[in-house]
């Protein structure tokens, strides 16, 4: 999952090398936490927040198919 992120925000913004993701596991639900540079954050977040919602999206299908609940958040 972290990989995944990883892979798609890198593909977005201008700075790939700024690009972190961590991730904190709870009793149910992990949660991404993604950051990239201050620059870059309105190209991960998109027009009205579509990009990152794709990203939840797309996260929330791939976790579902591993039983898992994961949270993508994005941290400027």
Do not use: C
């Amino acid at each position: 999952m972290k990989d995944l992120i990883k892979y798609i925000a890198q593909a977005l913004v201008d700075n790939p090398d700024k690009v972190e993701v961590s991730e904190v596991h709870g009793e149910q639900t992990s949660v991404m936490e993604l950051r990239v540079a201050k620059e870059d954050l309105g190209k991960v977040i998109g027009k009205q927040g579509k990009t990152a919602k794709a990203m939840r999206t797309i996260l929330s299908a791939a976790s579902a198919k591993v039983h898992k609940r994961t949270v993508l958040e994005i941290i400027e």
